[in-house]
């Protein structure tokens, strides 16, 4: 039978970061984590239970890049009421990092990555009320940036980089997007159908997509210059949680009864389910289908500071245990 030796010409590598590229079966050991790992294959996507999120909250907003790098901000921590909160949090796979607050507690649309984020629009408390204010996140503090222009109420779709970004959708339902160049928010193309306070995007700025929200499965695409209106979700999952690289790979997750939905760029098809089945999330438009987070969330009555973290099917960078 070959060896490890046989197969990669190498013994067990001792690194100071996981290596990169990494082939499937290949094993290191991670001397800044003190931890052995190995590149190992998922053949279903699947949830796990992470880190307890430091607020029991519904529509956080994200600006996260994989299950292991993740960045959030405000949302609704009062069911029923109004409250909005202003905390924002790092997490580094296992354990959420308080880090400074957001100007305004709202439940802002959010898109970015943890070091260079933009949270924008929403309703918020106090005062109650909407507004269109933004605020620029650096990795270290937040400023003030321009204002929208037009809010994008209760956690619009969202998703690019802090100097290409795209927000879609709001409340009252609309067809209105929102583009950043960094500076300032530019009047986008109009979508196809309405998109709600629910709505769910996902992608680069060159390549994106949306799902429309309560009440509908209209799904549309984003080629970088205009909205297509493309094939409808199987189910309707309103105010769901969402993630994604490009207008073929998007995945919706949560709401009720909690399943998830991938988009391959043809066809849908379903996928595993929460442990905790919430909806009420926020759009996550930096991670990837094959790693992504899920954050608080509610059903009716409750809030939840639970996080799940998802693992697509795919090469995986696992840790070896003992047990």
């Known amino acids: 039978m070959a060896t490890y030796y046989d197969i990669f010409g190498q013994k067990v590598q001792y690194l100071s970061s996981d290596p990169s590229p990494v082939a499937v079966g290949q094993v290191w050991y991670n001397s ?36 292991t790098s993740g960045f959030a901000f405000g949302g609704v921590n009062e069911v029923p009421g109004v409250g909005r909160t202003n905390t924002s949090n790092s997490y580094d796979g ?52 321009n204002p929208m222009n ?51 995007g996902a992608g680069s700025y060159a390549s ?47 709401d009720l009864p909690g399943g998830s939905m991938l988009w391959n760029g043809t066809s849908w098809s379903t996928g595993a389910v929460l442990s905790t089945s919430r909806g009420s999330g926020a759009p996550n438009g930096g991670s990837t289908v094959s790693s992504a987070l899920v954050i608080g969330g509610c059903t009716p009555g409750t809030n939840y500071n639970t996080t799940e973290e998802y693992t697509g099917a795919g090469p995986v960078t696992q840790t070896i245990t003992t047990t």
């Open 32 to 67: 800044t984590s003190n931890t052995a790992k190995v590149q190992g294959f998922v053949a279903t996507g699947s949830f796990a239970t992470g880190g307890t999120y430091p607020v029991t909250a519904r529509q956080i907003a994200q600006a996260t890049t994989s299950a």
């Open 94 to 145: 296992t354990t959420w990092t308080g880090a400074p607050t957001v100007p305004q507690g709202a439940n802002h649309a959010g898109f970015g990555t943890p070091t260079a984020a933009v949270a924008a629009g929403s309703n918020a408390y106090p005062p109650i009320g909407t507004f269109d204010n933004a605020y620029s996140w650096n990795g270290t503090t937040w400023s003030n940036a």
């Open 150 to 200: 037009s809010y994008g109420r209760t956690n619009s779709g969202a998703f690019g980089t802090q100097t290409a970004g795209i927000v879609v959708g709001g409340e009252p339902a609309n067809t209105t997007s929102r583009e950043y160049d960094g500076t300032s928010f530019t009047a986008g193309p109009a979508t196809n159908v309405t998109m709600s306070g629910g709505s769910s």
């Open 208 to 254: 994106g997509a949306a799902l429309a929200g309560n009440p509908s499965t209209q799904f549309e695409e984003w080629t970088g210059t205009a909205w297509t209106a493309s094939t409808a979700s199987p189910t309707q999952n309103a105010y769901g949680f969402s993630a994604g690289q490009d207008s073929d790979n998007f995945l919706s997750m949560g």
